[in-house]
């Protein structure tokens, strides 16, 4: 498996992050601040109003095209905001092929929002097959999510580009990184032409804020993201910006401990004998295993496993946790535990859950960085109590 550079670790501190010119301060200061002072009409300091741009947030974008070997970025007000962005791009009659086993906010995104407005979506299984199976002349965007939301599905980014860059016009392809975070996986390294991430998530890594980012390579690409954004408004506020420009300075440290963590609880629940399957794209067990070790760097956080029994089993199981927390979101120091057919994909339709594997009996950890002896004996306290 490849190494992280330890480049990775230095562009986490100081990416986008300069002195304060006008008194020394280590730290981005919070520009709380709607407007700027002009000295003549057009005449300004480089900003003239914070929708479109703000210090604190431009720092932030910084940080994060840093990190994920981009040029551009732009920082949001949620992940969903980044969706919307890039589906503002298309026009009606156009068609996304994207990965089945999505965000449940992405998919009602896509279902309920976009579908209203000519935009068609296919859910396809990119693991099993090709984008050539699903696309159609007006496909204009390859939408991936790896490792995917709940499953753990890994797609493979290159073979995606390698089928969209001989298609005229080219599709975009979107890859959605939030679980990897940039420390474990590299879209744009891989071809992708945006990456999308729900800053909410690891990037903040303190549960304390909603945020999305975007990040891409092309300027023409990111001039248009940029004006459906101001257009719109969905950007990040300056106090959040800086809240993830905390977290990020200690992404290298938390991910290492995450990963940790997981593999061995990971270990331990495929062994356990109240549970029935394991999903960990670390695990040799993991059908895309080999395709985890070629594209990324590391195999994350999340965790998903299926419980014996019925819904009552998981219930059961999910009351008696004590270190782990029944919440939805996922990325934070702390670990939680999620019930995705009832909490985080309760939108999706149930027919549509029953078909990608969403079952009753399906539970979804957020692995954080307590004492592993602490979480290893919650997990195996509540699944004794489970049968």
């Known amino acids: 498996m490849e190494k992280r550079s330890s480049n990775f670790e230095t562009l986490a501190v100081h990416a986008g992050v300069k002195p304060d010119p006008s008194t020394g301060a280590i730290m981005t200061p919070i520009f709380a601040t709607s407007t700027y002072v002009q000295t003549s009409p057009g005449k300004h300091l480089g900003y003239d109003y914070s929708r479109t741009s703000n210090p604190t947030r431009k720092a ?3 940080s994060i095209a840093a990190l994920e070997g981009g040029k551009f970025g732009l920082a949001l007000s949620s992940g969903c905001t980044g969706v919307d962005i890039l589906m503002h ?9 994207s990965v089945d086993d999505v965000y449940g906010g992405t998919s009602r995104l896509f279902r309920t929002i976009w579908a209203k407005h000519g935009v068609q979506t296919t859910f396809a299984d990119l693991t099993a097959h090709s984008v050539s199976d699903f696309a159609t002349p007006k496909t204009k965007v390859i939408w991936i999510e790896t490792p995917t939301n709940p499953l753990l599905k890994v797609i493979d980014i290159e073979r995606a580009v390698s089928w ?9 392809v979107v890859v959605d990184n939030t679980f990897a975070s940039p420390y474990f996986q590299s879209p744009l ?19 304390d804020v909603v945020g999305g980012a975007l990040v891409t390579n092309d300027e023409e690409l ?5 004006h459906i954004q101001n257009s719109m408004g969905g950007i990040s506020g300056p106090f959040d910006s800086w809240l993830v420009l905390r977290g990020i300075k200690t992404l290298a440290l938390r991910m290492k ?13 495929e062994k356990h004998p109240q549970v029935e399957k394991v999903l960990y794209p670390g695990l040799k067990s993991h059908p895309q295993h080999e395709v985890a070790k070629k594209q990324m760097h590391g195999f994350g956080g999340m965790v998903t496993f299926f419980l014996k029994g019925k819904l009552e089993n998981a219930q059961r199981f999910l009351e008696s946790l004590e270190v782990f927390s029944l919440a939805e979101s996922l ?11 009832i909490m ?9 859950r029953a078909k990608l594997g969403i079952t009753d009996t399906l539970v979804r950890l957020s692995v954080g960085i307590e004492s592993l002896s602490d979480l290893q004996n919650d997990l195996d306290k509540a699944l004794q109590k489970s049968k």
Do not use: C, W
């Open 60 to 62: 932030l974008e910084e």
């Open 89 to 97: 791009m298309l026009e009606v009659g156009d068609h996304v092929v």
């Open 164 to 172: 969209a860059r001989k298609q005229n016009p080219r599709p975009l």
């Open 189 to 207: 390294a891989l071809g992708a032409d945006v990456v999308l991430h729900s800053t909410t998530k690891y990037l903040n890594g303190h549960s």
């Open 222 to 226: 990111f001039k248009k993201m940029h």
């Open 257 to 269: 401990r995450h990963e940790e963590n997981a593999m061995a609880l990971a270990q331990f629940l």
């Open 331 to 341: 990325g934070g120091v702390e670990s939680l535990v999620d019930h995705p057919a």
């Open 344 to 352: 985080t994909h309760a939108s999706i339709p149930a027919e549509t």
